[in-house]
């Protein structure tokens, strides 16, 4: 069975990675796990959308851990076939940070733009910065032979 590119994962491909998403990112003190934000849910088809090549040997990952206890699946992906591994935690922990409540979590709103005045004098100039690097004086060491 051929998937395109575009096409959406199963009902149970999503199971399986929601599964294998909390062994990679558990929930811990007060961030959530990748599963309780919907990585398996509508992040993983963006992170697919914009990281085809990760397609397939994701889903190599998922046909893997299928009916496996995902702790034991993710390391036995890990000991042999690291490809698959390594999309798995890219594409996983790439639709975690897309979380907004994740974002949130961590003060980091996403990029933003910001105003820029080329003719404005930067800060570092005028709150004394620079001065307290020149008072220290040099921090030079010569690299050993």
């Not at 992170?47 to 090549?53: A, I, T």
């Not at 999309?87 to 979380?99: E, F, H, N, R």
């Amino acid at each position: 069975m051929s998937e395109t590119a575009g096409s959406s994962l199963s009902a149970e491909q999503r199971n399986i990675l929601g599964s294998l998403a909390d062994v990679l990112i558990p929930a811990y003190q007060r961030m959530p796990a990748a599963s309780a934000v919907g990585v398996h849910e509508s992040l993983i088809d963006e992170v697919l959308k914009h990281r085809s090549d990760l397609r397939e040997d994701l889903l190599r990952a998922l046909a893997k851990a299928k009916g496996r206890n995902p702790t034991e699946a993710a390391n036995e992906l890990l000991r042999s076939d690291a490809p698959a591994f390594n999309a798995l935690s890219l594409a996983v922990s790439g639709a975690y940070y897309l979380s907004p409540a994740v974002r949130k979590l961590l003060g980091y709103p996403g990029q933003e733009a910001v105003s820029y005045d080329p003719h404005a004098t930067p800060d570092y100039l005028t709150n004394g910065m620079i001065e307290r690097v020149l008072a220290r004086g040099r921090v030079y060491r010569p690299t050993p032979r």
